[in-house]
């Protein structure tokens, strides 16, 4: 919109080259020549974003929780140590790490956030039965005649090498997350003041809420994304009659409630 006035930019943490990575759980073992992290799909070194100066900045981000996992759904269950998931396309027999036991966590249920041991020989692939290891804890011991699995139960398979289709889908997500970083923390932070249609907002009824994101292009610094309202001016007398707009990257949550609380108070 013709006004747009820049009244700040911060380049401390520009970059325009993203190095991803993954988790270090259920890789191959001679995963990518020795990589001990997930990575980005095949032919992918590094995600390119715009540059904003003569030189590539290089910027790098670990996502943790990106693996190669299943998430699998109780469907039947035996005693209290053994649960059975029909869903399962692969054999956990045939995956298993040198040094390593295979390990559930459960996401949801009576057991949600405990890690048991698979037992030795514990996955019965013709029934697609898991049987676990039982954990002893401070005060109790799990799984017990309570606390146990259920059916509906969502749970991960972990310390494990998941199949191919597997670590594919995960390095898809990684560059999927990627992306999204990228998105958010490539450009310089920037700040705007905006002067507002006053006829546009009468006609469409449009109310401003602080904290509400706004479409901002910056074509000298090739900035094209939604910006937070940090604050506005607005003449009391006249509903839709809003003098000018405040956008900015950099929010300072206090000053967001203390200008809610005033324009609440109104």
Do not use: C, W
């Amino acid at each position: 919109k013709g006004g747009l006035r820049r009244t700040n930019v911060d380049t401390s943490n520009v970059f325009s080259r993203l190095f991803v990575q993954g988790s270090t759980q259920n890789l191959p073992q001679d995963y990518r020549f020795g990589q001990k992290r997930l990575q980005l799909p095949a032919g992918m070194d590094f995600i390119q974003s715009t540059k904003y100066g003569p030189d590539e900045i290089e910027a790098d981000v670990v996502f943790d929780d990106i693996r190669p996992e299943r998430i699998g759904t109780v469907t039947a269950v035996g005693d209290k140590f053994t649960f059975a998931d029909s869903g399962i396309d692969f054999d956990i027999n045939e995956q298993l790490l040198p040094g390593l036991s295979a390990k559930v966590s459960f996401l949801t249920g009576a057991l949600t956030g405990y890690n048991f041991e698979i037992a030795k020989g514990g996955y019965n692939p013709s029934l697609k039965t898991i049987r676990i290891v039982k954990s002893d804890l401070e005060k109790q011991s799990l799984p017990n005649d309570v606390l146990k699995p259920a059916n509906g139960d969502t749970y991960y398979i972990f310390d494990i090498e998941m199949p191919d289709s597997y670590v594919t889908d995960a390095s898809n997500r990684l560059l999927a997350a990627g992306a999204e970083y990228v998105t958010k923390n490539a450009p310089p932070k920037t700040a705007y003041e905006v002067p507002p249609d006053h006829f546009f907002f009468e006609r469409n009824s449009i109310v401003l809420r602080l904290g509400d994101f706004y479409g901002v292009k910056d074509f000298d610094l090739l900035v094209n994304k939604d910006i937070r309202m940090i604050g506005y001016v607005r003449d009391l007398h006249e509903e839709f009659k809003y003098l000018s707009m405040q956008l900015s990257d950099v929010v300072n949550s206090a000053e967001i409630v203390r200008q809610y609380n005033e324009t609440a108070n109104v």
